[in-house]
């Protein structure tokens, strides 16, 4: 550090040098310095609404940069409410740097006005987590924080003083390392041949990508025209790996039943007597192959290896050097039964899916509301969407679109916080939040987030004025009535001219089309408010 300099503008600093370019958080006199000093650094302070928005918002950041979000909160209330987010970037493994605001160092411990033990309230999910004592070492904590974050893949947390937040450093501190070079594990020989072996004496393979098969998909898709093998993708994953053409790449491996059908995990996974899981946490492992399959997985992170489902073969290595490695020792396969079976699965699945799309009704069911989207929105488009509504995720055809939608965690009210986070990153695609009437209710303030900083995210809501998930869950399970599930009549058009960009609500099937048109033409943010069914 400089002499002279002031800690929070070392902090900016040190979180520039880690590559961190947005830092998510709301102002307030707990943080109101150290947010100063992550501007006068050159970083953009992103004012959101909440700040659990806002931690969310840094865990996409991460998720879409491979990069180190960042979060800031005010006090004991700005910690308390960034939990939900900081969770979701916990449990995808999402490095983020999560800086809390306290009271002053000499009020601590004297049940102060806004005083929690925040490092005791974040010990359950974070991979570093201190209270900065004095501003002599804040470089070094916060250098610290960010390479455990990157190193760990998780989130890291420095709770910081409002006395020394201001205090200058006259001594000049050793510069401290940037980011990180990460290690890559190389694929061991013996591991290589041993899957080969698996793979060219198995009948029915089958191919599940994850996350860490993203950017080697034509390794991926090499390897299964080699071995015919159907390549399916998780929901997180998408067409990201490779684009779906129902040929080879079949698309998302969906685990929930459609028209009282068994999920099509278990009727196409129960049949493989093979399967080579590629970078994926997939967490319906279990019940959707064989308990006597041969598996085979290819992960970065040995804590996944094994996780969910007996390993025969594991191979802690990077997907594309391993995937390029068993291309040259499996052997071209001439049968094609297991692939036309899972594609006349798939088919049938598509199929359904298609009529049901192709149905007018009013009023607006879920799957033509998709249907109609999926024919507006532009094939380079970034689709946002949450844990609802569910027919979107089933039914939403992706072409050479990025679907974005949370991992493990699956709360609601993730899709502004996200949307916000990928138009930044990518300022010219198009940004499309789908999203069910209860989530957006979450986080719909975040809207006012997207006006301020310009961003020309469209919002498209699926408005049954109920919340849909837990009602079909109910009614399977007989419990509850209509009236706890209901969350009243809302209209978001208003509220979108409230904000002050354009609104438009629609109930006529027949005016869908020409009003997605409309609402996807403008060149800032919009809001299209659809009355839709239950379904």
């Known amino acids: 550090m400089t002499a002279g300099k002031r800690v929070a503008d070392s902090i900016g600093e040190t979180l520039a040098r880690f590559g961190v370019k947005y830092v998510f958080g709301l102002p307030g006199d707990k943080v109101n310095t150290l947010a100063d000093g992550v501007a006068r650094a050159g970083l953009r302070f992103i004012v959101v609404r909440d700040e659990g928005a806002g931690a969310t918002a840094a865990g996409v950041m991460s998720m879409l940069t491979g990069g180190l979000g960042a979060c800031l909160g005010m006090g004991a209330p700005g910690a308390v409410r960034m939990l939900p ?296 488009a970034i689709v946002v969407t949450d844990s609802g509504p569910f027919h979107f995720k089933e039914s939403f055809r992706v072409k050479k679109h990025l679907l974005l939608m949370q991992g493990r965690y699956q709360g609601m009210g993730f899709g502004m916080p996200a949307a916000i986070a990928a138009q930044l990153v990518y300022p010219k695609r198009e940004v499309v939040l789908a999203e069910g009437d209860a989530s957006f209710l979450q986080c719909m303030e975040e809207l006012m987030t997207a006006v301020q900083n310009n961003l020309p995210i469209k919002v498209v809501v699926f408005n049954n004025s109920t919340n849909a998930g837990p009602k079909f869950a109910g009614k399977i399970s007989g419990v509850g009535s209509d009236l706890i599930y209901d969350i009243g009549h809302f209209n978001f058009a208003k509220f979108a001219e409230a904000c002050g960009v354009y609104g438009r609500r629609v109930d006529d099937p027949r005016e869908l089309r020409r009003a997605m048109d409309d609402v996807l033409s403008k060149k800032t943010a919009a809001v299209l408010d659809v009355i839709t069914a239950e379904d």
């Open 85 to 380: 987010g900081l969770y979701g970037a916990m449990l995808d493994g999402l490095p983020v740097v999560a800086l809390t605001g306290q009271v002053e160092s000499f009020h601590i411990g004297t049940d102060y006005t806004q005083e929690i033990d925040t490092t005791r309230l974040f010990s359950a999910f974070t991979v570093y987590n201190h209270l900065l004592v004095t501003g002599n070492n804040a470089s070094l904590m916060i250098s610290r924080a960010c390479r455990a974050a990157l190193v760990h893949r998780g989130v890291a947390h420095v709770s910081v003083p409002t006395d020394i937040q201001s205090e200058v450093v006259e001594q000049v501190e050793a510069k401290y390392p940037g980011p990180p070079t990460m290690w890559r594990p190389e694929p061991r020989e013996d591991s290589v041949e041993a899957a080969a072996k698996i793979l060219n004496s198995a009948d029915r393979i089958l191919i599940l990508a994850g996350r860490g098969a993203v950017g080697h998909g034509n390794e991926i898709k090499k390897l299964s025209r080699k071995l015919h093998a159907p390549v399916f993708t998780t929901r997180s994953t998408g067409a990201s790996v490779m684009p779906i053409d129902l040929d080879h790449n079949m698309g998302v491996l969906i685990a929930s039943t459609i028209m009282g059908r068994a999920p099509l995990a278990v009727r196409v996974g129960q049949r493989a007597d093979a399967v080579l899981l590629i970078g994926t946490d997939y967490p319906y492992m279990s019940e959707a192959f064989r308990s006597d399959a041969k598996v085979i997985q290819i992960d970065t992170n040995p804590a996944n290896i094994g996780k969910r489902i007996g390993v025969d073969v594991q191979i802690l290595a990077d997907a594309g050097e391993t995937i390029a490695l068993l291309n040259r020792q499996v052997t071209q396969r001439r049968g094609l039964a297991f692939l036309n079976e899972v594609r006349q699965e798939t088919q049938e699945n598509f199929q359904m899916t298609e009529e049901m799309k192709n149905q007018p009704s009013k009023p607006i069911t879920h799957y033509y509301l998709t249907k109609i989207l999926e024919d507006s929105v532009g094939e380079n």
